[in-house]
Structures are given as C-alpha cells and as structure tokens.
C-alpha cells in the first residue's frame, strides 16, 4: 500500500487540524520565544506518529535505517562516550541523549508526514506560511520599537521579568529599552524559515506564485536586515548565491556542499591561526563582534592542539575555561579577552576543540550524509533545501555554541518544515532544470 494511499484510507480531520495549527503555531512563538523550539519539536514530531499509526503505517515503518540517521546515531553515541573524559560529564551525556533524541524524531516523523493526505500537506503549508509571516511582522515590531511587546510583558507579568539588566535599560524596576541584539535569536528562527515558506508558496499558488513569493521575501528579508545579527544576514546573502545555482546544477552543487562541509573541518584550524596573524583581529573595518570571534577562533584552536584526538569532551569548553583561566590575559588594544569564551562561536571548531579529530570525521560524515539525502526530494524541491543547509551551515559557523539546546530543536526543525513544504507539491510534474537528476539516485 503506497503511503498516500494509506493517509486518505485513515484520515483524521481532528488530527488534520492540530497538525495544521501546530505548524502555524510553531514558527510564530519560537520567533517570539526561541527557546520554545525545545517544546514544538517533540510535539510536532509526537502528533505525526501518532496520526500516521493511526492511518495504519507499521511502527517498524518510522525509523529505516539510512546512511544519514546511522551517521547521526553514531555522533551521538560518541558524544556520550566523551563523558568518559570530559570536564562536565553530565553534560556530555545529557547534550548527547538531545541530540539522538532529535535525530530519531526528526527521521520518525518526515516518515510519518508521507500518510498525511495532500489536502492536509496543503492546509498545514499555508498554515505554516501564515504563521511564518506573523513571526516576521512581530520580529519587525520588536526590531522597531526597542521591543514594545516584549517590554509591555515583562512589566506587566513578573514571570517574564529578567533577573538580570543585561542588553537592556531598567529604570525603576522597569524595562525601559531592550538593545537589539537581544532578538539574535528570534530573528535566526525566522531566517531558517525563509526558504521552507518559499517552497510552500511555490508548491501552493500557481501563476501568481512568483509575486507571492516575492512579497514573501521582503516581508522576511526587512527584520533580517533590521536587525544587528550579522550571521543570519551573511547567511541570507550566502544562501541567495547557492538557490539560484543549484536551480541550474543540482547534483553539482549538493555534492559540492557536502565537500565544503568536510573541508570547513580541514580549514577551520589554518584559517583561524591565518587570520589571527594577520590581525583582523585590530581590524577596525570588522566588527567588534567579528574581531571578538577571531580573538576566542585563535585561543580556541591553539587548545586543539594540546588534546586534537579525543578533545575535552563535549559541552566542557566553559567548565574548562573555569578551570584554567581565573585570569584571562587581555592585551591593550583588543576588543576581547584571550579566552575560549562559553564556545567556540562555531561548530567546525567546537567539535575539534571537543570531540577532537575521531569527532570531526563523524561530524563531517554525518553532515555529508545529511546533505546527500536531498536528491530523495523532489526536483523542484532541492534548490530550497540546499539554500536551507547555508542558512543553516553558516549560522553555525559563526554565532551560537552547538550544545544550546533551543538552537539544537531549531535546526532539527528545519527539516520537518521543508518536508512538509516539499509535499505541498504533490505529484505535479515540476520543469525540468538544464542539469537533470539521475532518477537512480532518488
């Protein structure tokens, strides 16, 4: 029995529905809230296994093995076998167990989404789209008015007030002005769900779709560009160059990100110690951010050196710092201290400084792995995908620690919106691009 097939013998308009308001719910509040992303990720994943047992799909069904979902495992196995050394191995074991966990749900429930008939895909996209362009207009508000909203509930409800003055203005015990960096956050999840939103107007609206999608793009393209997260823009403009070249080139450029994700684990030291020693770092054109991460890259990948096969463990790097640097040296003229920081401030490097060499080559497969699996999309499906593996890739490689956990449910996310987007195209027969797939490697 085809899947499709399944889905409309067991449908569940109730469960159509919640699947629906989840996935327009889903990327309004982790825009508002990012750390929720740790809520909707198991939710979203529960209620489509749910609804897809219920449709009759075998339970051994969910989980196929693939070279993508073993590779996965394995980092994480991995990733909990370095508690053995680690400075913090409680953390190493809990960040591992997160990450196997969002793994198995991810793969578990983009198999789950194939039951679900096509009038449900197409009301849980435009779902999706609503609540995408709903995030944006509040990101956009916040980025505008010092965060109204988000001042107005942190005085009004004392749940939501801060412990702490950081990034912001209190005058009498209120929130008076929020700086916005503070919405890093809710503009990164609004940016990985850019090209996912896209590929749902693609899939849904015919003729008119491309001003749609245009509209679309401004919409989510302003707070990005409002705003002072520098990754999410560098990973905006990096991600318009990928779309249009893997629209000529699929096969090309999909292989060949898989290589430039292997090769930012070869580069990642030499680049660091070459841009240290030729002092970007005092660069004045940069940055004091950008000059803040060359400082902590360099420090960082001189400690590679001192343990690069095993590494210190994962999610040790601020245990570490504790122990080893009550006073950090910080030389005149520097905008940063010579420290690891929290973190690496990049995956490529965090994983060497944690997992050492054994964990770069895992994390290099796995990445690769992940990537090679695209081609299973559909045609006309592969150019956004590859477009949401920059957004995502180049996020990681210059703002938060990997081990956060919002972050790790953020891009575990991901995918689950360009399948469900993916699906909103149906069995309509899409143009073929000039470099065409070879059908044998779907």
Request: net charge positive; proline share 5%.
């Amino acid at each position: 029995m085809s899947s499709r097939a399944s889905g409309r013998m067991g449908q569940s308009p109730r469960g159509g529905a919640l699947i629906s308001a989840l996935f327009f719910l889903s990327p309004l509040l982790t825009a508002a809230a990012p750390r929720l992303s740790p809520f909707f990720l198991p939710i979203i994943g529960l209620m489509l296994i749910i609804a897809a047992l219920r449709r009759g799909l075998d339970w051994r069904e969910l989980l196929k093995p693939n070279a993508a979902l073993i590779a996965l495992v394995v980092v994480a196995l991995y990733t909990c076998l370095s508690g053995a050394w680690a400075a913090n191995p409680e953390g190493a074991i809990g960040k591992s167990a997160i990450l196997l966990a969002a793994a198995l749900v991810v793969f578990a429930a983009t198999t789950a989404m194939t039951t679900l008939d096509q009038g449900e895909i197409a009301r849980a996209s435009r779902a999706f789209v609503v609540g995408v362009l709903c995030a944006a207009g509040f990101v956009t508000v916040e980025l505008l008015t010092d965060g109204a909203l988000t001042r107005a509930a942190m005085n009004s409800i004392s749940l939501f007030r801060p412990e702490r003055a950081k990034h912001m203005s209190v005058v009498g015990g209120r929130v008076t002005k929020i700086n916005l960096s503070e919405f890093n956050q809710h503009v990164a999840m609004l940016a990985l769900s850019l090209w996912p939103g896209l590929l749902a107007l693609r899939a849904l609206y015919g003729p008119r779709r491309i001003l749609i999608m245009v509209l679309f793009f401004a919409v989510l393209a302003v707070p990005i560009a409002l705003s002072e997260h520098d990754s999410s823009q560098v990973a905006l403009v990096a991600s318009l160059i990928v779309l249009p070249l893997a629209w000529g080139w699929p096969r090309a450029v999909i292989r060949g990100l898989a290589l430039a994700w292997c090769l930012g684990f070869v580069l990642v030291l030499p680049l660091d110690f070459l841009a240290y020693k030729a002092e970007l770092h005092q660069a004045t054109w940069l940055p004091s951010s950008a000059r803040a991460r060359i400082i902590i890259w360099e420090f960082t990948a001189e400690r590679v050196l001192e343990r690069p096969w095993f590494g210190i463990g994962a999610d040790s790097t601020p245990a570490v710092k504790a122990q080893s640097e009550a006073q950090p040296d910080w030389p005149k003229g520097f905008v940063y201290k010579r420290t690891t920081g929290q973190h690496a401030h990049n995956l490529f490097l965090q994983v060497w400084y944690e997992l050492g060499f054994l964990g770069v080559i895992l994390a290099a497969i796995a990445g690769a792995a992940v990537l090679l699996r695209i081609p299973l999309l559909a045609g006309a499906a592969q150019p956004y995908a590859a477009a949401s593996f920059v957004m995502f890739a180049v996020m990681a490689t210059f703002a938060w620690g990997i081990w956060q956990i919002w972050l790790m449910c953020a891009f575990a996310l991901l995918p689950l919106y360009l399948c469900l987007a993916a699906g909103a195209l149906g069995d309509r027969r899409e143009e073929r691009t000039s470099d065409k797939v070879d059908p044998a490697s779907r």
